[in-house]
């Protein structure tokens, strides 16, 4: 299968390392990867804001970019993303009075998947271990984001996944499904709000025990490591992705994680 890679703007500026994680799990399974070039934001911080004139060129953009790849099915490592390609883009597009626009958004998006999705619904990814050969030797806790958890309605995909990885030690988040605080730009709107928001995620993930939290969004993940690295100490944060691309032979160590992967780990 042919499979184009919508890094999102976080994981392409913040964790490139995300999208590269992404391509070793699917060229792992035997797909191949492209990228397709001109790609950029999905819209969701100027729909958030209310910004829907300024939004409506960058769902364009974004079509644009994919509709001149070719390829079978697109996947984003993030549940945030992918849902605001179906839940925003044709609504600007129709606000903006291009039906044609808000009907490719539409057809894009459906066949757009969040990585779990993908992996589960499309490829039969049951088992991290067997499937992907995915090891990592560590005690982990898992934050369901909001996005994915409510628009996508991803479920149980990303934990399930997590609990087959080889060896890992997961642990139950108390109160999972409540928001980190992130929001989008509703972290810098209400910073006392979402940094409160924020420290109850984390006294939750002290008390699960685990040494590392992970979730499919960068961005909570993001706010959440932020916010734990402020204290000083206690636990870090992985992208899903990066556990699911760690193997036995290509071992991930979270202690002195330099933020890239050697060129014959990418396989």
Known sequence: MRIALFS??????????VALATVRILERLGHE???PPGQGCCSQMHVNSGYLDDALPVVRNHVRAFADARFDVAVAPSGSCVASLGHQQPMVARAGGDEALAREAAELAGRTYE???????VLGVTDAATDLGSWFPHTVTYHPSCHGTRLLRLGDRQSDLLRTVGDIDYRELPDAAECCGFGGTFSLKNPDV????AEEKIGNIVASGASICTGGDA????HLGGAMRKRGSGPTTLHLAEILAATREHPLDPTSYDHSIPEGARR
């Open 8 to 17: 999102t703007c976080i994981v392409d500026a913040m964790y490139p390392r």
């Open 33 to 35: 990867v492209i990228f």
């Open 115 to 121: 990585l779990s999705q993908l992996l589960v619904d």
């Open 194 to 197: 979402s940094g409160a928001m």
């Open 219 to 222: 961005a909570c993940l993001l």
